[in-house]
Nanobody, 125 residues
């Protein structure tokens, strides 16, 4: 059974940090690029970051560059999103997703094959 599960969300004050995790099962994880998306209430789902399957190259949306860091551990079938210097505008449900195509932070959601259920991140004082 194909499954993606995110964890690590929560509430944090502005300037704080969170580390999101995504664990995959049921398919060859290392074949896929991993993307992180987020969706705030009333807004479209937007790409945050992506890491390739082969060389581990990464890509970030301008809004998170220098603050977020994406990584993956193929041996553990896991991907991570380290989020530092969080801002209130980072508040959203965060999703991990897998795609078989070359990824970038601007790759649209329909290009992704598998999705997790999402984890809530709230940044507020």
């Amino acid at each position: 059974q194909v499954q993606l599960v995110e964890s690590g969300g929560g509430s944090v004050q502005p300037g704080g940090s969170l580390r999101l995790s995504c664990v995959a099962s049921g398919f060859p994880f290392d074949y896929y690029a991993v993307g992180w998306f987020r969706q705030a209430p009333g807004k479209e789902r937007e790409g945050v970051s992506c890491i390739s399957s082969r060389d581990g190259s990464t890509n970030y949306a301008d809004s998170v560059k220098g603050r977020f860091h994406i990584s993956r551990d193929n041996a553990k079938n896991m991907a991570y999103l380290q989020m530092d210097s969080l801002k209130p505008e980072d508040t959203a449900v965060y999703y991990c997703a897998l795609t078989a195509v070359s990824c970038s932070a601007s790759l649209p959601p329909y290009e992704y094959d598998y999705w997790g259920q999402g984890t809530q991140v709230t940044v507020s004082s």
